[in-house]
């Protein structure tokens, strides 16, 4: 909101007199100067606008520190406040105080401060007064704003230039050091403050020099001024903490405002001059910490590492000393073991420590003394000998933690040798139940049948077993009992591994049960997938017979195919049910919830799997039927007009009979046969239309009569239009029938259901209880749901009455029949209303009766309490039945509601007519007059109970209501002594005030306990005295209070009129005594902020004073007015007090000018003393500069340190000036006999002296840098004069090389550039024309074939000759540069390519329209001679009848040879008409036989490519690494069978294709016939290839299901071998013993182990199939040789296959068989190699026996078992 505000130009005033003013048209001025003068006026004020928005935020911005903000500049500068606090901001000094007031006297008052601490700093302002900033003045608020920014931001930058120390200040000197920053940016030349700017460029020039980071400067552009312009704004304000003072719109225009830009501008300066110079701070601060920090942190490291070594002695000694041991072997062990490692290993540790803590100490000492400090003392208990100390303590209890380990570990080890027989029954016990328990929880049962069979009898044995073992489990029970009860320590130990061979048994025989289940439900459903295995074998068989393309050669034959089809679609249906059957009991058990006999998709996959076959099987059924169908009605087609005419005859014979049915079935039947024929006259329709057609190209051959067979289809015809006009007439006549038949159905349905639902809804049975009662309910509101719904139907009747034909819609019967349905409707939804009322009243009278049971049993509860409840006469007693009755109240305010709505229910129902209103008005009656009891005991009670209460209440505020006015009156009494004076009235009066009020809170309440009183006497008469008693002594101590305070009344009155004055001159001498102390205070103050401060509160105090000089008048007044009254006052002493007021009023006014003196000289002095620490500081760094500069040793270095040694001079004139004005601050100060004269005269002459020395170290450097520039002039110049005529000599020479070379660079860029200019123009020239060549017209006849063709004849050779032309031009030229060297011969090339491409496409282009419209061409040159041959055949079979006509006259005419004669040309002309018809349908066969086998090709060779990819899928598929990523490419590979499956149709067509154009002896039979041997071979291949890869794949997963299992084992053995290859055997008995005992656990593992073993030693299928093939019996893995070798050996050709044996350590993440084949043949199309991994592993389990023998001969001292295995190769 804030920015928006800035951004915003406030409405001026109406009456400004140079607020901004709209120009006006210049059509309205005649004279041009009028107009020139108000745009010019126009101008002025958009440039004062944007001055203001750009000062308003930079107002804001300045006036954020001190949290104030400025709207309007122009409205809010005029009271001063703002004005001030910016000065006060920008100056850092604090102004006077702005007056308070809001009028104009005040704000030019405020106005004048701030323009005098102006002219103050030597600000000089030109027609500028307070009234022209109060009256907001809007060109002189600008000029002020300018003149401070001018002052405060841009008057302290001042920059020397370098050639004649010209001092460059403000405005000139920002606009240099800008282009000092900007120098070398791209198109940044700034030459003002206005124009320069436009593009923002200069703006994002000066971040990227101070902040590369933030602007990327090479991305901007001089045309996007306005994104330049914001992205800069914008960084600057999020990153650099800028205030946006400018918008884009303010700066890109045609002439931007300068002292807007100067003020932004100015902003960058400070802000990046500010971050030098901190930069340069730290930099010296950083390194002069260092040092400090080091040894600290040292020193913090020694004391950190001294008491962690300390604390770890003391707390080890605690640990070692602690004499408590484990009680078990174990535990002492492992805590004797634990303080041998802490011997070993964390001792040496601590103790090397220990010797670096002396080092560390050492290293601090030494870096101290280097650094001449004092060196560090550690602190209190952390120096090297408290550590030795400490050491020698825990050395002596390590020595005895030693010893009385030792003895406790003797005494264990007794202990421990009277359990070993318990537990080596219970270990073989325990290993047993593992590995039974392994046993069963392995459910490897098997994927087919036989297995799944033969593990139920498995584990029918493993059962069998498990019940025998039971009397050894009970063995040792017993055993453990017996411990337990002979007292044995460990019982603990012995039980808990009692109940876990306990729990473990019970575990095993828990799993054996879990398992039958499981193998039982594997069982079944193996079984299913059996019955769906042979489900799926007589579908392929009876696919077999549905694949058949035996059609039938006759009608007969056709109709026995198609009754032999009906059969197999029998047969078929008959089988769904039970498929359907299958499926259901299969997916039944991939809904299981828990244990899953086999995978859920599995399941799901042969389900579908079945079902896809199923539904194949009967698309093949539903192909078959149509195909036989198609055969029948292609037979049937020769038979089609009779058939039709009989058809035809047959149907109007049917439709002859007018007869519309009886009822809705006979109608319905009617219509179905009537939908049928009209079926059959459509199809009818389609076959008389095709043989109609036939009939047409009979009687167009004219071979026949046409006489006949036209008025055959003539009449034929007239019989169908009949037979259309009588079926449309009987469709209108059935129509009509059957909406009256379902509208009387349907009336008589509603009739049955409303009967039906007038008996349910007039039902009397309204339910027993409440639930009945609301189950009703619920049944009823469904019923009346659908009697609603229903209402539309009832309502839809007459409507429907009235759509009926008139015959049917005219009748009374059906009329009436409507008027019964809509009257029986109103009947039983008015009786549907009722039974809803009454079902109602019911569940209400249930409820009611339900609440009133329980209110009862409450009633009763509480009626018995009440009776035997006795009130008590003690007051805590009664407090405590109160509270009882208290809860009580709550309760019956719960059972009241209860009550209430019991009534209410019960109104309700009485109101309604309940049949049952008589008993539920006696239960109610009897609930309300049981709670009247219960309510009237209450109240008994609660009133015999309020009675004892109120009297115990009464008694105890009489006795503290008598108490409390005893004690008020003693109170009064004493204050009568204490008013002799001032203090003591001023005491009494308050006193007595308080009292007073206590005494008006007390009489109301002595009245109510005089009425309380009386009440409880006139209601209990028997206690009357007890009560009124206490009362009576009351009332007389209230009336001693009374006399007692009637006394005191008129000193009171006296002090209240004298409190006022006496208080209020209290409060000022207060006041007073505390300012004079504040006034008087003698606080001088040390520094410059101390001195405002003190100041700024001095004038506080003035402020306050002035404030109180009213009060002061106030009192005077007060003291005159009490002398008039004449009043019993102490004068004198009020005399005194009036005195001393004037006198410390007086002397407080004195103290405060004295003091604001001292104030402001201290002021003035601490600014003195800043502006000499200024000067010494600058001084300081001036003698540190000399005294650290060096001479160079060149000239160049020499140049340079007289420049900034001039730089530097300049400086320190600068800085003499300063001081000379500081001097001359310091003589005034003295002049006017400041009180600190003495310590500014000795800054003074410091000052003075250091001033002078840097002066005159500056001149002598000035000199010696002089005298070495001429010294090494003079050196260099000799060394040089040679040098540079070599230079010259060779600079001429390479002058001359490179003007060569750019002429030659030249020349080859001019002709790359014709190159360039070819090429285009050639690829333009070869674009347009592969636009012609590549056209897709190919014409619409012969002529306009053969016109295309003429003019592309023509194109081709006009654009051949062409082209030709201007291609070897080009790649003349381009042959001509690469020879000749060019540097760009490689684009040269390229160009060259591309061009030739081109070419030759379009040449290619131009080829194939040529021979797309030769083909062209010669197709619609065949289509016309087809054309003229078929004209001149139908002209020719024309003129047949008419010469045979000819033929039989002229036979008639010339009888005898010429009668012969023309029989003969006749049947000559005749038999050569036939040979014409022959010769025609031998070329029709031809071209079918032709396109057939054209199908047949292309379907072959789509089916190769297929085959050939699904090889080429099977050969290179990946090799599988684990188990999983085997089954998925088993899955794939059962993908590929469906697909194969799923093709075979496609093949069995292909081939019964071609088996057909062999018999019909095709001439490229033998041809058609290579293809189908090539197919069938390929379908041959592709079969074995994914049978074998099958069976490759099965194998792969044997052996990672044995390479994951054999992982498992070798981190067993790998854990084992350290145990086996230890030399230690022990050195002493103990040990020995221990190492005896951890091999006897180990060789019972290996025993556990060993049936592992012997499964991982079986042979593998690859293995069996190996031996096989070698014809050798199998031998142990390590003999082997490699499985990649073939048979005879190793071939020579191929690679030696190499396999590392590689030791892992085994851990989690390696249990995965890893691969370590660094070469390994591949053979082409067959199986990949299986992994090497396991033929490791297996060699190592199938040495189970060596293992063992080896662990034998450790045990003897012999050698031990060997550590690695040989590498197999």
Sequence with gaps: MAAELDNLDPAPPPNNNNGPWDPPDPRAWGDPKIFECSRIKALADERDAVQKKTFTKWVNAHLARAACRVGDLYSDLRDGFVLTRLLEVLSGETLPKPTRGRMRIHSLENVDKALQFLKEQRVHLENVGSHDIVDGNHRLTLGLIWTIILRFQIQVIKIKTEDNRETRSAKDALLLWCQMKTAGYPEVNIQNFTTSWRDGLAFNALIHRHRPDLIDFHKLTKSNATYNLQQAFNTAEQHLGLSKLLDPEDVNMEDPDEKSIITYVVSFYHYFSKMKALAVEGKRIGKVLDQVMEIAAITARYEALAAELLAWIHHTITIITNQKFANSLTGVQQQLQAFTAFCTLEKPVKFQEKGNLEVLLFTIQSKLRATNRKLYVPSEGKSISDINKAWTCLEKAEHEREVALRNELIRQEKLELLAQRFDHKAIMRETWLNENQRLVSQDNFGYDLPAVEAAMKKHEAIEADISSYQERIQVVVELALEMESEGYYDTRRIGAQKDNILRQWALLTELVRARRARLEQNLALQKIFQEMVYMIDWMEEMQVLLVSKDLGKHLLEVEDLLQKHGLLEADISAQTERVQALNAAALKFSELEGYQPCDPQIICNRVNHVQTCLEELEELAA????????????????????????????????????????????????????????????????????????????????????????????????????LEEVTGLHQQRLEDALNFFQFSAETDDLVAWLQDTYRIVSSDDFGHDDYSSQALLRKHRAVVDEVEKHRAAVLSLRKQLALLAPDHRQGVDIQIRVVEVEQLYGEVAEVAVLRTQWLQDALAVYRMFSEVHACEVWVDEKEQWLEKMEVPEELDEVEVVQHRFESLDQEMNSVMGRILDVNQVVQQLVDGGHPSSDEVRSCQDHLNSRWNRVVELVENKKSQLSSVLK?????????????QVREKRKAIEATQSGGSDLGGVLALQRRLSTMEAALVVLEPRLVELQQEGEALAAAHPDRALEILLPFEEISEEWDNLKRALQGCEDTLTIAGRLQQFIQDLDNFLGWLVKTQAAVGSEEVPDSLAEAERLLNVHVALKEEINGYEEDYAKIQAASELLALEEMEVPYLSLQQWLQKLDAGWGKLLQSWEMRREVLVQSHIFHLFLRDVQQCQNSLYNQETTLAHAELPDTVEGVTKALKKHKDFTTTLELNLQKVQLVLQAGESLRRQRNLHSDRVAEAMEGLRAKSQRNHQLAQEWTRRLQDHLELQRFLQDCEQVSRRQSQVDRLYVSLKDLVEERKVKLEQQYWLYQLNREVDELEHWIAEKEVVAGSPELGQDFEHVTLLQEKFLEFASETGSVGQERIAAVNQMVDELIDY????????????????????????????????????????????????????????????????????????LYAGDNAEAIAGREQEVLRAWKELLAACEECRLHVASVADKIRFVGTVRDLLAWMDGVLHQMGAGEKPRDVSSVELLMNDHQSLKTEMEARAKNVATCLELGKTLILSKSPAADEIKSHMEKLLAKKKEMTEKWDKHWEWLQQMREVHQFAQEAVVADAWLTAQEPLLKSQELGSSVDEVEQLIRRHEAFRKAAAAWEERFSSLRRLTTIEKLKAEQNKQPPTPLLTRKFLGEAPGGPDPRRPEPRVAYVRHELRPERLQPKLDRVQAPATDGGPPEPPPFWYRSRSRYRSGAALRAGTGAGLLGLAPFPSQFPPLM
Excluded: Y
């Design 623 to 722: 192909k078959r039927r149509k195909e036989l169908e198609d055969s029948r009605q292609l037979w049937t087609f020769f038979q089609e007009m009779e058939e039709a005419e009989a058809w035809i005859r047959e149907k109007e014979k049917i439709l002859a009979a007018k007869t519309c049915g009886r009822d809705l079935s006979s109608v319905m039947t009617l219509t179905n046969k009537h939908k049928t024929m009209l079926g059959e006259l459509g199809n009818r329709r389609a076959l008389l239309h095709q043989t109609m057609k036939k009939g047409e190209k009979i009687l167009a051959k004219k071979s026949f009569s046409s006489v006949g067979i036209q008025e055959k289809m003539r009449e034929v015809c007239l019989r169908w239009k009949k």
């Design 1381 to 1452: 060297g060019h540097t760009d011969a490689a684009t040269i090339a390229e160009w060259k390519d591309g061009v030739n491409e081109a070419w030759a496409d379009l040449l290619e282009l131009m080829e194939t329209r040529a021979q797309m419209l030769a083909a062209s061409h010669e197709l619609h040159k065949f289509f016309n001679d087809c054309k003229e041959v078929l004209g001149q055949i139908e002209e020719k079979r024309q003129r047949l009848p008419e010469l045979a006509a000819r033929a039989a006259q002229l036979r008639t």
């Design 951 to 963: 009297i115990q209440n009464f008694l105890l505020e009489c006795s503290e209501m008598k108490a």
